[in-house]
């Protein structure tokens, strides 16, 4: 079964940054592309980033173009995703995923499994 781990959230001033990794310890993570969801309180979980398993094409949320760069070692199974100029409506439980079929690229939840279990971001002064 795939495992997926998200680390690397906690709490940060407005316009700081912050690095969260997922990582894979039961699989090849290179061989799925991922993508980085995250949950407000009160909302609906969002699409936020993803990546290609080679790395080669990624695509992010209107939201947070320009601001966060998602990146991967496959070496070390793991995925990051860089957040800089982190604003207050960046709060939420960040969550990674792999993808299951072809769409993957258009961030749609469904498109998405193997869901680890959230790492919480807040942004706040």
């Known amino acids: 079964q795939l495992q997926l781990v998200e680390s690397g959230g906690g709490l940060v001033q407005p316009g700081g940054s912050l690095r969260l990794s997922c990582a894979a310890s039961?699989?090849?993570?290179?061989?799925?592309?991922i993508g980085w969801f995250r949950q407000a309180p009160g909302k609906d979980r969002e699409g936020v980033s993803c990546?290609?398993?080679?790395?080669?094409?990624?695509n992010y949320a209107d939201s947070v173009k320009g601001r966060f760069t998602i990146s991967r070692d496959n070496a070390k199974n793991t995925v990051y995703l860089q957040m800089n100029s982190l604003k207050p409506e960046d709060t939420a439980v960040y969550y990674c995923?792999?993808?299951?079929?072809?769409?993957?690229?258009?961030?749609?939840?469904?498109?998405?499994?193997?869901w680890g279990q959230g790492t919480q971001v807040t942004v706040s002064s």
């Open positions: 995923a792999a993808g299951r079929t072809q769409n993957w690229w258009l961030l749609f939840e469904a498109d998405f499994g193997s």
């Open positions: 039961t699989f090849t993570l290179g061989n799925y592309a």
């Open positions: 990546i290609s398993s080679s790395g080669g094409d990624t």
